[in-house]
């Protein structure tokens, strides 16, 4: 009687899995060597994350691809979804199991995202905009240089100090690869030369390398006080 009502529960979440997962049962019976979770554990609280899982809008191909969600705690992934829900972040299964740093990180780049771009824009056209330059020329910026991998708020930072500086949208797109730099870099090359004169500014010599940009630092240095003592 015991085996007939164990039976009759396998044949049950068996049933549930087939209809949830739109899988067949052929298919089913072969991934679960690999996923006991789906066997083994409480069937009520596997219900209950599976409801919760298409509530926010996961497909039944999204679950099957990412089955080890399953085994991760209802309430620690019932908070991240609240958290996503309230700034609208798109949130994808495996962000239900990372690391909480790496969760964290992808919730703050998202709020960078739409503080700064909005909903609907991109990377690509708003920095564009943002630097007077057409979309294409930004693009074949970031194949060389990569800047569009960086973080948007450090993009923001950099790119509207460059422009308050009085760097030319095309300067710096010419010169991508110091939108890659570190900020306090930058800053501090760019006040330092401009401390010693009035001489314009190329963003080519503020991206090299630090033994480069010593010899350049001193080369333009003495010519300031040449050009001092000589006055």
Known sequence: ?????????????????????????????????NHPVLISSDFKVFKTKMEMFKSIGFSSSSLLNDLW?????????????DQAIACKFPIKTWMLRCEQHVFQIQIENWKDKVSILGENNTKATYFAQKLGVDVKVLEEANERDRILSVSLSKLEIMINFLLEQGFKGEDIVKNARILTFGFPTVKKRILELKALSDERISLYHIIKTPRKYGEYYRKRRDRSKYNLNAN
Do not use: A, G, P
């Not at 009687?1 to 298919?27: A, T, W």
């Open 69 to 81: 969600v399953f085994n991760h705690d209802y309430n620690l992934m019932k908070r991240r979804i």
């Open 1 to 33: 009687m015991k085996c007939s009502h164990i039976m009759s529960e396998v044949n049950q979440r068996i049933d549930y899995l087939v209809k949830e997962l739109e899988i067949s049962r052929d298919y089913l019976l072969s991934i679960f060597l």
